[in-house]
Nanobody, 127 residues
């Protein structure tokens, strides 16, 4: 089992940057593929980005391509989401999640594929 804690959210203006962190504890961090999801008020939780256990495979949703970068640091048991050129439509609660897939290069983009979730961190982008 793994415990996940997000940090780094906040209130920023459009065009600013934020870097979210997801610290893990418990089972070995490299045992999990990791993902970021977000949920805006009145909307379903949606996929943002994911990274494989090896770190060699990543994917992100079209709306953040070229602006967000996912990464992981196994030495620090931490995953990151660097968010640049933020837009008001990026406003949401951001959640990190862990997928206990046995495969080193596989990533998933659906909520149901992830086994463990953090409590979320609020990101608010003003226009």
């Amino acid at each position: 089992q793994v415990q996940l804690v997000e940090s780094g959210g906040g209130l920023v203006q459009a065009g600013d940057s934020l870097k979210l962190s997801c610290a893990s504890s418990g089972r070995t961090f490299s045992s999990y593929a990791m993902g970021w999801f977000r949920q805006a008020p009145g909307k379903e939780r949606e996929f943002v980005a994911a990274i494989s256990r090896s770190g060699g495979t990543t994917d992100d949703v079209d709306s953040v391509k070229g602006r967000f970068t996912i990464s992981r640091d196994s030495a620090k048991n931490t995953m990151y989401l660097q968010m640049n050129s933020l837009k008001p439509e990026d406003t949401a609660v951001y959640y990190c999640a862990a997928d206990s897939t046995p495969y080193m290069r596989i990533i998933h983009t659906t909520v149901s594929a992830y086994d463990y979730w953090g409590q979320g961190t609020q990101v608010t982008v003003s226009s």
